[in-house]
């Protein structure tokens, strides 16, 4: 049976986080505490069968209620909160933070069988077109979706042998944020994600227990769509365009081979020595696409490698760049988001350490021991002509938890949506 609840804030100390009353609760708050106490406290309530609260009292702002909610949420969707009524600005930005959470969570935890290449692209797309009819205009918005061998005929070759041999044919989101309508309008960012909606691992096949949530690997681009939408919500003036690189990585009589050779539109050739390091090969589409839009500045997120989570757990999302004042942005979006983020390096001699027999880069590092974070980077910046600046790539190690913490519960976290939305907005206004 549900138990609903009429949950308070108090600064009053109490050894413990919760106590309760009949049909109350009670979350103390320590003095100079931060919201991930009222996260907390809704992940015990979840833990204790509670799926129906109320929000009671003044002390309910913005932020607690936003972590209560973060906290509160399952993949299953069983739960009902009441919210206190805040003033017409918070409030607004709560329910445009909520949907966009909300959003990202659940096409991260959809299965694969429904979250195609095409259905996230057109998913994705019509997404940011509603909030851009609600909060901007809905002519801001304008997109295309390349899929299946017409990906192969304007020059995507990495989205298209990556995807190629599964039954549901790969596909390139690209969507165009113009505010002013103006075609001639300089491109303040360019965002591209890796989309792959199930990773196998191809020949390089993955174990079954490391496959059980590949459907996730397609968190980059969930990410990015969250968080231009929530940019767009906080009413961003510049122009912004969205990649999203979506692909099956399957196997099949006419999938990608090992020793396999693709020639890239820029003119760079990869051998593959790894099926299952996929996601940057789809990305460097992308970033070729992106690079030519002149932005100010381009990020590229993406569930890439394990060796990221080897370094920060589930708990971090990973920074490389060599632009110090791009990564200190990002760090200055994420202190005022409260969001984790955690700097890896990458550094001109991991450009060395990806080299092939056969062609110009591979798609792993090719030293006795090497750095797969900071490798795989090396591999993408080979993508983009003026790799040391304003170029900044996200491996995406806190997107999704196979088990839950104190902070979440299992699935998608939406980690690195506010973050991104504020950078964007922050840059907007420089």
């Not at 609840?5 to 505490?33: G, K």
Request: proline residues 4%; glycine residues 8%; hydrophobic residues 40%.
């Amino acid at each position: 049976m549900n138990v609903s609840l009429s949950l308070h804030l108090t600064s009053e100390p109490q050894p413990s986080l919760l106590t309760f009353e009949n049909n109350q609760a009670v979350i103390h708050l320590r003095e100079n505490f931060d919201r991930t106490l009222v996260q907390k406290a809704a992940r015990k309530l979840r833990g204790q069968g509670i799926k129906e609260v109320e929000l009671v009292g003044e002390e309910w702002d913005l932020e607690n209620c936003w972590a209560f909610y973060q906290g509160f949420y399952t993949a299953k969707q069983d739960y009902v909160i009441e919210f206190p009524h805040l003033a017409d600005e918070p409030q607004a930005e709560l329910f445009a933070r909520i949907q966009c959470g909300d959003f990202v969570r659940e096409i991260i935890n959809l299965p694969a069988s429904v979250i195609t290449p095409q259905v996230l692209a057109q998913r994705s797309a019509e997404f940011i077109r509603e909030f851009a009819a609600e909060y901007a205009e809905e002519s801001a918005v304008s997109f295309r979706i390349v899929s299946g061998e017409s990906l192969v005929e304007q020059g995507y070759q990495g989205i298209w042998q990556v995807g190629k041999g599964s039954d549901n044919p790969p596909a390139m989101l690209q969507l165009d944020f113009n505010p002013s309508n103006d075609p001639n309008s300089p491109v303040l960012a360019c965002l591209v994600g890796k989309g792959i909606t199930f990773d196998s691992g191809g020949y390089s096949i993955k174990p079954s227990d490391s496959m059980s949530t590949m459907r996730t690997d397609m968190g980059g681009a969930a990410l990015l769509v969250g968080a231009l939408a929530m940019a767009i919500a906080g009413g961003l003036n510049r122009r912004v365009k969205l990649y999203l690189c979506c692909a099956e990585n399957m196997v099949s009589g006419s999938a990608l081979k090992l020793g396999d050779i693709i020639t890239y539109a820029n003119g760079v050739t990869a051998e593959i020595l790894n099926t299952d390091a996929e996601g940057r090969l789809v990305l460097a589409d992308g970033l070729i696409e992106a690079d030519k839009q002149n932005p100010q500045f381009m990020i590229d997120c993406a569930t890439l490698t394990g060796a990221a989570k080897v370094a920060v757990g589930n708990d971090y999302h990973s920074v490389l760049s060599m632009d110090d004042q791009l990564v200190a942005d990002l760090f200055a979006a994420a202190k005022q988001s409260q969001e984790p983020f955690w700097r890896l390096p990458f550094e001109e001699f991991h450009r060395g350490q990806i080299g092939s027999s056969f062609a110009e880069i591979a798609n792993i590092g090719t030293v006795p021991v090497g750095a797969g974070a900071s490798t795989a980077t090396a591999f993408l910046s080979y993508f983009v002509k003026n790799y040391q600046q304003h170029w900044l790539h996200i491996d995406c190690s806190a997107t999704y938890r196979k088990s839950a913490s104190d902070l979440w519960a299992v699935g998608a976290t939406g980690i690195g949506v506010q973050t991104l939305a504020n950078l964007l907005l922050n840059k907007a206004e420089l």
